[in-house]
């Protein structure tokens, strides 16, 4: 018998085969049969966390006299939400914006008694800096320790051909970010202008390793396991100090000494 009905159902595709799919199916997303179809603009629209959406739908079949309206639907709750969509020019298409979303929901269109698939929208969680932490170590020759700070605590400032690490935590997991150091100069910017690549192994921490060649803006981005980037880059200022001209002191003979003949 299911056999058969699979059978019918394939073969009448109209409002039969809608009843019987959706016997054959109680658990499965089968909107009720309509003289009207939806098509979504986006098939899996997602929204970075906080931000609006704009979801669009094209419904195509008799004249739309009616209102379309949007169905938000919370997974974890099962609660519906509706609120009556914008017409476009066209007539057919119509829009809903949703405004700072936080959580993933699912969508519907409908209109009348009919309506789409419900429609997942996924939130894409942004990775946020929690800690940033400076260390730099002085150019081998001055025989000066590294300085360790958090940054923005102090001014980055070092020595030309200082190595500087800079150390960030994030809440979420991270893979991979990128510094990009522009010199202040403009003639030093395709000389010494430089992408700084960082990976993190799926840890919320990552580190950048570069070389001071000159006072610069740093642009840090970092991106998650997602590939999701932060929604806007750390930005801070390199200044480069020029170190000081080689003294010598003369330690023999000593400073008070009598030159006497033998």
Known sequence: LARALIILAAIFPGPLGTSLRRLLRPGADIPPYSPYSFHAKESA???????????????????????????????????????RCFRGSSG????????????PVEVSFALGKARSKWIPV??????KISTADVEITPPAYTGLPPDRFPLGSKELRALEGSRIALRLTSNRHLSKGQVAITPVNERLKDLLGEVVEATAPATREITFV?????????????????????????EVTQTSLADNPPAADIIQPPPMSLATPK
């Open 45 to 83: 629209p997602r929204v970075h966390y906080g931000e609006d959406i704009l979801l669009a739908v094209d419904v195509g079949g008799p004249a739309v006299d009616d209102a379309v309206w949007a169905q938000v639907r919370d997974p974890a709750t099962g609660m519906i939400s509706r609120a």
């Open 92 to 103: 057919t298409e119509f829009t809903h914006r949703m405004e700072k979303v936080v959580s």
């Open 122 to 127: 996924e939130v894409l969680y942004q990775p």
């Open 210 to 234: 570069w070389t001071l060649r000159a006072t610069a803006r740093l642009k840090v981005d970092i991106a998650d396991i997602r590939g999701t980037y932060s929604a806007s880059p750390l």
